[in-house]
Structure formats: structure tokens, C-alpha cells
């Protein structure tokens, strides 16, 4: 089994900054990529940044030069670092994982964790 915690989230006013952290934990055999995702009411969930085991990154254009995603391998820990955030950042936050777990289908290979709110005011 996999666990993805995530932390970090809270409310900030615009044009301040905010840095997620997700760990992951469980029987992993291997990690292609972690990241980001987020999810606003009544919108769907989008891809804000990934990262490979590699360090390949890529972000949704509306982030690009404000965000930054970075990872600790030993740790099998992501983070995000947001800065310069607008109200229209505020969502719920998903770590996701794109990798192998012992005693799972060959076939699931993406897992996500509970979310963190991030909250930006005017």
C-alpha cells in the first residue's frame, strides 16, 4: 500500500507565497513522477506541475515563473513552492503518484492523496 500526505495549505493574500509538501510512504518499488494537481468547486481537477525521478518538470502555463516543484528522492517527498499567488489559485490541492506499489494490479499505478486547501484572498 501507498500513503500520500499532504501538507501545507492554509489562507494567504494575494501576491503572497505558500509551500506544499507531500511525503509518500508505503511498499513503493519505483516513482516515474510526483506532483501537483488542484480542484476548485465546480471545476474539474487539472494538472498544475510534475516532476520526474529524472528532475523533468512541467507546468501548466498559467503557473509557469510563480511556481516551482521540486523533490527529495531519498525521501520520496514533492513540494511545491507557489509564489506571487492570485485568488484564482485557491482550490484543493492533490499530491499525485505515478509509480509501482508492491501487492498492487501492474495496471494501477496512479494513486493521489487527500487534498490540502489553499485559500488566496483579494
Known amino acids: 500500500q501507498v500513503q500520500l500526505v499532504e501538507s501545507g495549505g492554509g489562507l494567504v493574500q494575494a501576491g503572497g507565497s505558500l509551500r506544499l509538501s507531500c511525503a509518500a510512504s508505503?511498499?513503493?518499488?519505483?516513482?516515474?513522477?510526483m506532483g501537483w494537481y488542484r480542484q476548485a468547486p465546480g471545476k474539474q481537477r487539472e494538472l498544475v506541475a510534475t516532476?520526474?525521478?529524472?528532475?523533468?518538470?512541467n507546468y501548466r502555463d498559467s503557473v509557469k515563473g510563480r511556481f516551482t516543484i521540486s523533490r527529495d528522492n531519498a525521501k520520496n517527498t514533492v513540494y511545491l513552492q507557489m509564489n506571487s499567488l492570485k485568488p484564482e489559485d485557491t482550490a484543493v490541492y492533490y499530491c499525485h503518484l505515478d509509480g509501482e506499489v508492491a501487492g498492487r494490479p501492474t495496471w494501477e499505478y496512479d494513486y493521489w492523496g487527500q487534498g490540502t486547501q489553499v485559500t488566496v484572498s483579494s
Open positions: 516532476i520526474t525521478e529524472g528532475g523533468n518538470t
Open positions: 508505503g511498499s513503493i518499488i519505483s516513482i516515474t513522477s
